[in-house]
């Protein structure tokens, strides 16, 4: 049974776990997504980061360019994994992926990939082979970017579907969506500043389902009906940050 997270150290924390029992059942490629608002992923990977530690594996850490490269060198201070970037000195030119995949590397880890990574990215991931990718923060999937048409859903199919949920919460109006692996999805709904489990599903709900879902327990609908960013500010607030 998994408890909600009170404070943002919780939902690390089970981030944390999450990745543990999902390197341990054999998977390869992992998605840690705390959608919550003004959450800045720089800093909440540096506590995320002692997991890897505990595994005791080599773990090299990917930013999208080098400015937010040189920021974690600089706020992180002295750590045993090796920071790099996706492009060559800020310019936007990819870096060869051959000087970011070596054969020391034992682990990789994405911090807050945008979609407009998703190429080097892939090519990362290609070139790790069965080695564990986790992507931290990722937002790979903005339809802006990414699209809507065939070419969308292939790049989906061949790529971005290949990632399990390893650890995934998202607000909502008074209720939440939580996925804490090997945990199924669970829907959870808020009460005097308390969130009590409403709902599993084996596989992520859409939002139809999640509607659907929201209704039959008695909470709202999925989307909110409070202003989107005066909601999530109210969530994180409740996390403790």
């Keep these: 049974m998994v408890d909600f997270p009170q404070t943002l150290e919780d939902a690390i924390a089970q981030a944390q776990s999450a990745t543990q029992a999902a390197i341990a059942a054999g998977y390869t490629r992992l998605k840690i997504d705390l959608l919550l608002p ?72 994405f911090v807050a990939p945008s979609s407009v990574e998703v190429s080097p990215v892939e090519q990362v991931c290609l070139a790790a082979g069965e080695r564990p990718v986790i992507l931290f923060a990722p937002r790979l999937e903005d339809i802006g970017t ?48 308390a969130y009590t489990l409403a709902a599993e599903e084996l596989s992520k709900p859409s939002s139809e389902r999640l509607e659907e879902l929201l209704l039959q327990v008695g909470g709202s609908q999925a989307s909110p009906k409070r202003g989107l960013l005066e909601e999530m500010q109210r969530f994180l607030k409740a996390l403790g940050q």
């Design 146 to 193: 990414v699209g809507i048409g065939y070419a969308a859903r292939k790049i989906r199919e061949r790529f971005l579907n290949t990632f399990e949920p390893c650890y995934y919460v998202r607000p909502l109006d008074r209720a939440a969506l939580l996925r804490c692996y090997p945990s199924p999805w669970q829907v959870w709904l808020e009460s005097d500043n």
């Design 38 to 109: 003004e959450l800045k992923p720089t800093p909440i990977a540096l506590q995320y980061l002692s997991v890897f530690s505990e595994l005791g594996t080599t773990l090299k850490v990917l930013f999208t360019d080098a400015g937010a490269a040189a920021l974690a060198r600089r706020d992180w201070g002295p750590i045993s994994h090796q920071i790099c970037s996706l492009d060559v000195a800020g310019a936007r030119q990819t870096t060869p992926v051959e000087e970011l995949v070596s054969s020391e590397d034992q682990m990789f880890l």
